[in-house]
């Protein structure tokens, strides 16, 4: 079957960097996507991967290897507004997404 | 503001009603989806139209009923629903199903059976 495992719940402090690790076994893989979702909102688009290596987007970079089936989102300079869930999505050979349960992040002052 | 709005916003509905939800983007996308997310568990795509054809049903119960009108509406049709159906449901769309696209999600319609 298909599986994405990431940790349930991390806690972190204000103007720390959190790392957010996501492993995957898929039939196939067609590129691997990050989410955040506040509490009661939509989940918004936050990295794609689809080549190993790391992306970087502002405070958020999102690491990515194929060959381990791995990624992680590094998250620096915390603020109090990135506490949310992050979601990690893998697209696998039918181009469907297989998404995570979700980590949520808590940040403490 | 995603561009993809999402009514009604709440709905509770009894186990012999019958009701629909809306979505509607306006990004000039393709493809629209049908999530199901309760609590603490992974996203469930329930339902995927690709240029106004479906293209995936996720073993979705019949109780559940899409309709893709044209590539910027999407429907979904509730009738003897269960309580076990009461979540959170969410519509998305996306330039296409393939490629390095990624998913815009509408608010959500929270559904509760009772």
């Known amino acids: 079957g298909q599986n994405i495992d990431q940790p349930t719940e991390m806690t972190a402090t204000e103007g720390a960097i959190v790392q957010i690790n996501c492993t995957y076994q898929t039939s196939g893989f067609n590129g691997l996507f990050w989410y955040q979702q506040h509490a009661g909102e939509a989940p918004t688009f936050l990295s794609y991967n689809v080549l190993d290596g790391l992306e970087e987007k502002g405070r958020f970079s999102s690491f990515l290897s194929r060959s381990k089936g791995y990624s992680y989102l590094l998250l620096k300079e915390l603020q109090m507004k990135d506490s949310a869930s992050y979601l990690c999505a893998v697209r696998d050979s039918n181009y469907q997404l297989i998404w995570g349960a979700g980590t949520k992040l808590i940040i403490k002052p | 503001e995603t561009g993809v709005t999402q009514t009604p916003r709440h709905l509770v509905m009894g186990m012999t009603n019958k009701k629909s939800l809306k979505c509607e983007q306006h990004l000039g996308h393709n493809a629209m989806y049908w999530y199901k997310q309760s609590a603490k568990k992974p996203l469930e795509l329930m339902f995927v139209?690709?240029?106004?054809?479906?293209?995936e049903n996720n073993s979705v119960p019949s109780r559940f009923s899409p309709e893709c009108p044209n590539s910027s509406h999407l429907f979904l049709h509730l009738h003897t629903l269960q309580p076990e159906d009461s979540a959170l449901y969410l519509c998305a769309s996306s330039q296409e199903t393939s490629g390095p696209y990624e998913q815009y999600f509408g608010p959500g319609t929270r559904l509760t059976v009772t």
């Open positions: 139209y690709n240029f106004k054809e479906q293209t």
